[in-house]
């Protein structure tokens, strides 16, 4: 209703299709990203008693290794041809290869699967970042980033809601047999269920239109080189820097959140799955989409006020609310209160996302957009997706000994990643400042 309400005062619902059918996509991205994360029991159970560790490894490095070493070729093809061809083809890959992890029977076999789950993702940040960038204006776009990057808590509220509740029927019943797949365990059923719609929509996406490119450098049809790159990064390397430690840690303590809320509360507290994954999903379906949306919507306003600096300052004081929540949640013995508090660290969690695209776009030329927030992926996406399930398996499994000593490794981490990334926030502000002015005085030769 909210954004209802917000979308109907910029009337232009050609813009608005286009952003309905990439939150769709990123939803779909993020559910096929995630699942594994709601079935970290069975999964562990059916592969022959696998460790926290090594399931932490196929939900995180058997994905980001291969994600970020496609993710800037393919955001380089997007800077130079069809970003819509690019999207439509990555939501193929990934949706046929999520399903195809449904017939794996071995550590190897899902970890393979898995790695061609990144191939595919890699495509659609960049070609979806910078097509946007292209359909809108400097004070709409962080609205339109803001309903995108609510993905994350779409795709989570989705697969807790479904999954959770599936797991525990499809667990309590014997093995299902699928056409074509044969006898699968519960988990595997669920990947299949969910990959393959995404097939559907890779065709849908031809519906939308590739946008004319807009703005400096949008006519250097040849694109920028890997060299040209490197300098433009090395140019603004103080904001980058700020930028991209900030998110790494804001990253790497949201992925391990939504990788281990749902066993959290199944070791600390003895929920089962449905319960928590009922409770979470709605949880993050409402509470976490407002807040990537209000965030998008109000540093927008402040855009358009003229503060360029806007999503930098929305996000420091996001993360100024979310820090002491984070710690302390874990700690607490009473589960409905744990809960209860879990509704603003979410609210808080979505602030961030769509705003790291909207200060990238802010100070990059056209046919360098994908690339920048293919630097971004790698430089963020890679080591929160490899680090974030990683380090609480490992904090469980070598430094407390304990499997149900979630709670600590969930605390610890939150007061480490919120501390670093408050005081680079903070430091932003000015050199995103100077980015931006820079940007507007950018010029370019032609390598012809």
């Not at 769709?24 to 029991?41: E, K």
């Not at 993360?319 to 508090?341: E, K, Q, S």
Request: aromatic content about 14%; glycine content about 8%; charged content about 10%.
């Amino acid at each position: 209703f909210l954004v209802y309400h917000m979308v109907k005062s910029y009337s232009n619902w050609t813009l608005w299709y286009v952003v309905f059918l990439l939150t769709i996509a990123a939803t779909l991205s993020f559910i096929d990203r995630q699942i594994l994360n709601v079935m970290i029991g069975p999964i562990k159970r059916d592969l022959g008693g696998l460790s926290d560790t090594e399931i932490s490894l196929i939900i995180g490095l058997a994905f980001s290794a291969v994600y970020s070493l496609t993710t800037l070729p393919l955001a380089r093809i997007a800077d130079r041809y069809s970003r819509r061809n690019v999207i439509a083809a990555g939501i193929f890959s990934w949706s046929l290869m999520t399903a195809m992890a449904g017939m794996a029977n071995s550590f190897w076999q899902l970890f393979t699967a898995r790695m061609g789950v990144g191939i595919g993702e890699a495509s659609l940040g960049p070609a979806s970042t910078s097509m946007l960038a292209d359909y809108f204006d400097e004070h709409r776009l962080p609205f339109a980033y803001g309903i995108v990057a609510s993905a994350p808590f779409i795709g989570t509220g989705l697969a807790n809601i479904v999954g959770g509740p599936l797991i525990d029927y499809l667990e309590a019943q014997p093995k299902v047999i699928l056409p074509f797949f044969g006898e699968m365990f519960s988990w595997q059923t669920v990947l299949v269920t969910v990959g393959l719609p995404g097939i559907l929509l890779a065709a849908v996406m031809f519906t939308i239109k590739e946008p004319q490119r807009v703005g400096v450098s949008a006519e250097k049809d040849e694109g920028f080189s890997y060299k040209e790159l490197w300098e433009f990064c090395l140019s603004r390397k103080k904001f980058l820097s700020f930028l991209f430690v900030a998110y790494l840690c804001l990253s790497i303590q949201g992925f391990a959140f939504l990788t281990w809320i749902v066993e959290f509360f199944v070791r600390t507290h003895g929920w089962t799955r449905t319960e928590i994954g009922l409770s979470y999903g709605f949880i993050a379906l409402f509470f976490g989409t407002a807040g990537s949306v209000l965030a998008g919507y109000f540093a927008g306003h402040l855009v358009a006020k003229g503060s360029p600096n806007a999503p930098m300052r929305v996000c420091f004081w996001g993360t100024i609310g979310l820090a002491p929540l984070a710690i302390l949640m874990p700690l607490l013995d009473n589960a409905h209160l744990a809960l209860a508090i879990v509704v603003p660290i979410t609210f808080f969690m979505g602030v961030p996302p769509g705003l790291s695209n909207a200060a990238l776009q802010a100070i990059s030329p056209n046919r360098l957009r994908g690339q920048m927030i293919a630097v971004y992926l790698i430089c963020v996406s890679f080591l929160s997706y490899l680090f974030a399930p990683l380090i609480i398996g490992l904090m469980n499994d070598y430094i407390f000994g304990r499997e149900d000593a979630i709670n600590l490794s969930l605390s610890s981490l939150a007061a480490v990643n919120y501390a670093i990334a408050i005081v680079c926030l903070f430091l932003s502000f000015k050199p995103m400042d100077q980015a931006i002015k820079m940007a507007k005085e950018f010029t370019y030769t032609s390598s012809s």
